[in-house]
């Protein structure tokens, strides 16, 4: 395993095991080095040799191959086991079968990993500003049938807050259902209607309202590090890296 990925510090079970990924330690390039190094995602336009180098690199740390979604920055969950073959339109997976691998793709968007306090379902969720509106982390929290307050959370990293600017339709998506959410928002230009938002203090607001008090994790910022993180924000034509939990 490159020293450069993340482990996530968080007080999770020994038997729940969980990575992120960088862009460092690859085999990926592109013209502009956009790809460089460590991309897994198939959609960016990358030498699709690389990625699958990419991948194969990635499968020797994990019990099994990860089951890769279909993200479409919407609010599905969906339960993933050995009989899941086929790439599905999802933004959160979760399991409690022993090594299945639930994988999000990211590169400015908030992976949040979940499990319960012993072990028994891990999840992990693609919280872009429209799934977490949309109610992407109560969906997935709902689905896992456990009691709420015995849920743990660690935030991946993503777009800090001195760096994400939004405008109207996501300043309204959030406030308008919680007053409480302008506390993630800075106002920066009151003509052009623009803030600067922070998404980790809005998972943050969501995770706590649904019952979870146990939250770890945030503030590492993808868009400020471009040695080591991956950012569409930044780059436009970039790579992905990926949040991955499992059981053992």
């Not at 928002?185 to 803030?195: I, N």
């Amino acid at each position: 395993m490159t020293s450069d990925w993340i482990i996530p510090n968080w007080p999770a079970p020994n038997h729940v095991k969980a990575l992120f990924t960088t862009r460092q330690g690859g085999f990926s390039s592109g013209g502009n080095q956009q790809y460089a190094s460590f991309n897994l995602g198939t959609h960016v336009n990358d030498d699709l040799l690389h990625v699958e180098q990419n991948r194969t690199q990635l499968r020797r740390f994990l019990p099994s191959e990860p089951k890769w979604l279909e993200q479409v920055h919407g609010i599905s969950s969906i339960w993933v086991d050995e009989k899941t073959t086929s790439i599905i339109p999802a933004d959160a997976a979760m399991t409690k079968q022993r090594g299945i691998v639930c994988a999000v793709m990211v590169a400015d968007c908030l992976p949040i990993l979940l499990c319960d306090r012993i072990g028994t379902v891990v999840a992990v969720i693609h919280a872009g500003w429209r799934g977490l509106a949309g109610g992407i982390i109560e969906q997935t929290v709902t689905a896992m049938h456990v009691n709420h307050n015995d849920l743990i959370a660690w935030l991946g990293p993503a777009i800090g807050p001195d760096h994400f600017e939004v405008g109207t339709e996501v300043y309204d998506a959030f406030v308008q259902q919680d007053k409480q959410a302008e506390q993630a928002f800075v106002l920066t230009d009151s003509v052009k209607k623009k803030w600067l938002a922070d998404i980790f203090l809005l998972a943050r607001q969501r995770l706590l309202r649904a019952g979870i008090t146990q939250i770890d994790g945030g503030g590492i910022c993808t868009y400020c590090d471009s040695a080591r993180f991956f950012s569409y924000r930044r780059d436009g034509e970039t790579g992905r890296m990926a949040a991955l939990i499992w059981l053992v």
